[in-house]
């Protein structure tokens, strides 16, 4: 969580003054009582409106909370605006707890453009095999998927060849760049 808190500091103060300011207006929006700190309550009523979010799960406001008073300064809310922007994956699809560092997602879903949906999973889900997933599915943690995502753009971009021809060697790529990264083959 302190990493996470670090990293969104960082991005608040290179943010353009008028989203800054914007940041300022949602806070003041989440804060209904005006008492300059979010409730859990005043965090659930926020997303509760915004249907289909994984924001309403309160184990994210209950690790943003990091001085643990029960509500959310303007400080752990950063953490909190940091994470909406970034649209990275937050929620453990096994246990539902938040994730706020290395999570390991199934590299056969994530590639795969048609399906839409990663599945990712907490660390503790994967260790322990708390999870039901299809049975050949290789697991890579986050930043080894992150770093073949771009291999594979710089890959594709290079080589202009047909869709068809393109689309079988990016799947062996896919498949040989999982193993080479040295992730585990459940
Ligand atoms: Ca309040
Ligand atoms: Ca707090
Ligand atoms: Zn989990
Ligand atoms: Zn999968």
């Given at each position: 969580?302190?990493?996470?808190?670090?990293?969104?500091?960082?991005?608040?103060?290179?943010?353009?003054?008028?989203?800054?300011?914007?940041?300022?207006?949602?806070?003041?929006?989440?804060?209904?009582?005006?008492?300059?700190?979010?409730?859990?309550?005043?965090?659930?009523?926020?997303?509760?409106?915004?249907?289909?979010?994984?924001?309403?799960?309160?184990?994210?406001?209950?690790?943003?909370?990091?001085?643990?008073?029960?509500?959310?300064?303007?400080?752990?809310?950063?953490?909190?605006?940091?994470?909406?922007?970034?649209?990275?994956t937050?929620?453990?699809m096994?246990?539902?707890?938040?994730?706020?560092?290395?999570?390991?997602s199934c590299s056969q879903c994530f590639f795969n453009?048609?399906s839409r949906r990663s599945f990712d999973?907490?660390?503790?889900?994967?260790?322990?095999?708390?999870?039901?997933?299809?049975?050949?599915?290789?697991?890579?943690?986050n930043?080894?998927l992150?770093?073949?995502?771009?291999?594979?753009?710089?890959?594709?971009?290079?080589?202009?060849?047909?869709?068809?021809?393109?689309?079988?060697?990016?799947?062996?790529?896919?498949?040989?760049?999982?193993?080479?990264?040295?992730?585990?083959?459940?």
């Open positions: 969580m302190e990493e996470i808190r670090r990293v969104a500091a960082a991005y608040y103060e290179h943010l353009p003054a008028k989203d800054k300011k914007s940041l300022r207006g949602t806070f003041k929006a989440m804060d209904k009582n005006r008492d300059g700190k979010i409730s859990l309550l005043e965090y659930l009523d926020y997303f509760k409106k915004k249907n289909g979010t994984d924001f309403t799960h309160q184990s994210i406001c209950r690790a943003l909370d990091m001085n643990v008073n029960g509500s959310l300064d303007f400080e752990e809310a950063i953490v909190l605006f940091y994470i909406m922007e970034s649209g990275r937050i929620i453990c096994s246990c539902k707890t938040f994730m706020a560092g290395v999570y390991f453009v048609a999973i907490c660390c503790d889900c994967y260790g322990g095999k708390k999870f039901t997933h299809h049975s050949d599915a290789i697991f890579c943690d930043f080894s992150l770093s073949q995502s771009r291999s594979l753009a710089l890959e594709a971009s290079a080589e202009k060849r047909s869709r068809v021809v393109e689309g079988c060697n990016w799947m062996l790529g896919v498949a040989n760049l999982a193993v080479s990264a040295g992730c585990i083959i459940m």
